[in-house]
């Protein structure tokens, strides 16, 4: 006898089910592929303030750029130089000229000393102009015998001095000043400081002291 296992053989096995999960490891492999390549990708891509992934950013041609800026430059520079101020008719020559004569002026009309009292008053005709030169003069002039009796010295030097103004024929100087005073009725020395301004005129090409007032 034909026994039954062999007259109905066992059914061939289905070859397309899995065999010990190897299907299931070939899908994780493919997955893993797929992360890694779109790992890849989002390192290619820098991601913006809020974390998305953005394209290559363009620069702007460094030479175009420069030649924009020089241009730029360029108009500046020309604008200035069109809409300058007109030069000045005054010269630093003048403001220098007017600065010396007021601080050597000043100086003159305000120092004296009762052994050279004539000498004095002659010198202050010499530097001052219109009323400044008469009432200085005369003044010390009509205080003659009280200097004499009290033999009095006064010296004066100039401590600073600046132009406040100043064109072609007059000028503005702001002094400060230091009064050394002397006489017979106090052996001590008296100094005093004074805070002046003394306006000028150009008188025969020379500047001249033509006013003193307090400040």
Not at 156 to 162: L, N
């Amino acid at each position: 006898m034909i026994s039954d296992a062999r007259a109905h053989p066992p059914e061939a096995e289905d070859a397309t089910e899995p065999v010990d999960g190897s299907v299931d490891d070939t899908a994780t492999a493919s997955a893993a592929q797929d992360d890694v390549g779109a790992g890849e990708t989002a390192a290619r891509e820098p991601a913006g303030d809020d974390g998305r992934a953005q394209g290559p950013r363009l620069a702007l041609p460094l030479v175009p750029a420069l030649v924009v800026l020089l241009a730029l430059l360029v108009a500046a520079t020309a604008f200035l130089w069109f809409t300058r101020p007109d030069p000045s008719d005054i010269r630093t020559g003048d403001y220098t000229a007017a600065l010396q004569a007021a601080r050597s002026g000043v100086v003159d009309v305000t120092s004296f000393d009762h052994l050279t009292l004539d000498d004095d008053i002659e010198q202050i005709r010499r530097v001052a102009v219109g009323d400044l030169r008469d009432e200085a003069a005369e003044q010390l002039d009509g205080r003659r015998q009280e200097i004499t009796a009290s033999e009095a010295v006064v010296n004066t030097e100039v401590v600073d001095a600046g132009v406040v103004a100043a064109d072609e024929d007059s000028a503005t100087v702001a002094l400060l000043i230091q009064s050394t005073q002397q006489s017979n009725a106090d052996p001590q020395a008296q100094i005093v400081k004074y805070r002046i301004q003394v306006e000028l005129q150009k008188v025969d090409d020379q500047w001249r002291l033509s006013g003193i007032t307090g400040r």
